[in-house]
């Protein structure tokens, strides 16, 4: 499939490292932190957050069960994400995961914190609040078979998002994208597709669920076969890269999600 773009489940820097759990119409991001707060597990932890808030999820879970943190120096970083996180549209909701039994917990707790920004003792219990705090609402799906007329399915469901939120300038391109993403599941999964078209902001969040772990990449344009002039392999996603402001891939459990965020003005 090509050599795949520098996706964010891909982050390995020491100290840090993010997973993705995808559900059929939200994204939720763990960000796990582990080792002594210092200078350098900071600058880390800033550079990771940047990157998820980039990749704009539903929701981000903070784990920072496995922080050494004695002195609580770290709470700045997490009061300024939970600001940036509510300031976007839509919001990301975020949640840290802090034994009650170490300092940082007693301490984000003595402050009041938790008024703010949620704290939980485990990650299981975050992941369940944030289920239940990510609107379900925000969006158009449908499933589909891995049939040629999927992409015209596709394209549809994006006409009638963008008819229906008054987005009619986003119709074309986000069609496009929306029609190279599934024809792509349909070319190399093979799997039934699960389509989902929802708001960010002023632009369209466009996403593909497959049962294929595999997760996609931009192929070199091939030359014209001598026998076919007119063919051409590897356009489908670089014509998302041209056309998105930002796309990505996340695994699942049970594959992968390939989405794409596409705004007024192609980057």
Not at 111 to 136: D, E, M, N, S, T
Not at 152 to 165: E, K, M
Not at 215 to 230: A, F, K
Request: hydrophobic share 40%.
């Amino acid at each position: 499939m090509g050599v795949s773009p520098p996706y964010l489940h891909d982050d390995t820097e020491r100290g840090v490292s993010v997973t993705t759990e995808a559900a059929e119409d939200a994204v939720v991001c763990v960000l796990t932190v582990r080792g002594t707060w210092d200078a350098q597990l900071s600058f880390q932890v800033s550079v990771t957050l940047r990157r998820c808030f980039t990749e704009h999820p539903d929701g981000l879970i903070v784990d920072l069960s496995g922080l050494r943190d004695p002195h609580s120096e770290s709470i700045p970083t997490w009061m300024t994400a939970r600001a940036f996180a509510a300031s976007l549209d839509p919001p990301v909701h975020l949640a840290l995961c802090v034994p009650p039994e170490l300092p940082l917990g007693c301490r984000l707790q003595g402050l009041g914190a938790g008024r703010f920004l949620p704290v939980y003792a485990k990650a299981r219990q975050a992941r369940v609040a944030l289920a239940g705090r990510i609107p379900r609402d925000q969006g158009l799906s449908l499933t589909l078979r891995s049939e040629p007329e999927a992409p015209s399915l596709a394209r549809n469901l994006v006409s009638d998002a963008c008819l229906t939120w008054g987005l009619v300038h986003l119709l074309h391109p986000s069609r496009l994208v929306m029609s190279e993403l599934v024809t792509n599941a349909v070319e190399h999964a093979g799997t039934d597709i699960r389509v989902t078209v929802g708001r960010r902001g002023a632009g369209l969040q466009l996403s593909v669920a497959d049962d294929d772990p595999r997760l996609p990449g931009i192929l070199p344009v091939s030359r014209p076969r001598p026998d076919l002039p007119l063919d051409e392999r590897g356009r489908g996603l670089r014509t998302v890269d041209e056309t998105a402001a930002r796309w990505g891939a996340v695994p699942t459990e049970t594959g992968k999600v390939v989405w794409a965020t596409v705004v007024s003005v192609p980057r």
